[in-house]
């Protein structure tokens, strides 16, 4: 696990709260953007995880607010909602939602997973926590078994990584550590794996280009 990765949980852990006040004033400034979000990033993990029965067991990986670990509870999946900072545990946990303190670098997963999210987490890891995360994550799903997540895009941006927090809709007031990839580099920290492509996509979100991925294992 990273340096890097480590400070920027020390952000989320004082900066939960103000992060979570963010992302439903964003939602509250224009419904109707939020609404037409939320549908579509429903319908990216409906069909990712369509190849499970219902009732699979699914973890989430740095669930925050827990408004995917809801989604897929309402697809009809047995879920596990985590995080590490204990304000956003809390905030899934008052959602119903059985929720475990997880960090994806070091914690032992659950077990008889069949699927797994992990959805704008990946943006604060280093290339070598990637490649950690993605030989946990392989390790702990069977065969047959689905991953989605995201990277930045490094399309959009003039440097690989940076501490940085910037002023807008998110600002937490910290400097948070993001990187950002290119499809390349994704191919080769994906090839590291047996994991296969079942689908990669380009999406649009707030400031950021996106590389979405639903690998199978
Ligand atoms: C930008 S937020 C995204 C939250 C949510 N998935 C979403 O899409 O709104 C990043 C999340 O990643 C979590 N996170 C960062 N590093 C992590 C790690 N090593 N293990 C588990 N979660 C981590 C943070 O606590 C935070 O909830």
């Known amino acids: 696990m990273s340096v890097e990765n480590d400070k920027t949980l020390v952000v989320y852990d004082k900066m939960a709260q103000?992060?979570?006040?963010?992302?439903?004033?964003?939602?509250?400034?224009?419904?109707?953007?939020a609404r037409k979000k939320r549908k579509k990033l429903t319908a990216d993990i409906r069909e990712a995880f369509s190849s499970l029965p219902?009732?699979?067991?699914?973890?989430?990986?740095?669930?925050?607010?827990?408004v995917n670990a809801r989604a897929l509870e309402e697809l009809g999946y047995d879920v596990t909602a985590?995080?590490?900072?204990?304000?956003?545990i809390d905030a899934c946990k008052k959602q119903g939602l059985r929720t475990i303190k997880f960090n994806v670098l070091k914690d032992e997963?659950?077990?008889?997973?069949s699927g797994i999210l992990c959805w704008r987490v990946f943006v604060h890891f280093t290339r070598e926590d990637?490649?950690?995360?993605?030989?946990r994550i392989y390790a702990a799903l069977p065969a047959g078994g689905r991953f989605m997540f995201n990277v930045i895009d490094r399309a959009t941006h003039d440097c690989d990584s940076e501490m940085k927090d910037s002023k807008g809709e998110y600002f937490l007031g910290a400097e948070r550590y993001y990187a950002y990839y290119t499809e390349k580099e994704m191919l080769d920290l994906i090839n590291k794996t047996d994991f296969r492509i079942v689908k990669e996509w380009h999406k649009t979100g707030g400031y950021n280009e996106w590389l979405c991925y639903v690998l199978e294992r």
Request: glycine fraction near 6%; charged fraction near 20%; hydrophobic fraction near 50%.
């Open 18 to 33: 103000v992060h979570l006040d963010n992302l439903a004033a964003h939602d509250a400034n224009d419904p109707e953007r």
């Open 82 to 88: 985590s995080d590490v900072a204990p304000a956003f």
């Open 130 to 135: 990637i490649a950690e995360a993605l030989a």
């Open 54 to 66: 219902a009732g699979a067991k699914i973890l989430e990986i740095g669930s925050c607010n827990g």
């Open 109 to 113: 997963f659950p077990a008889d997973l």
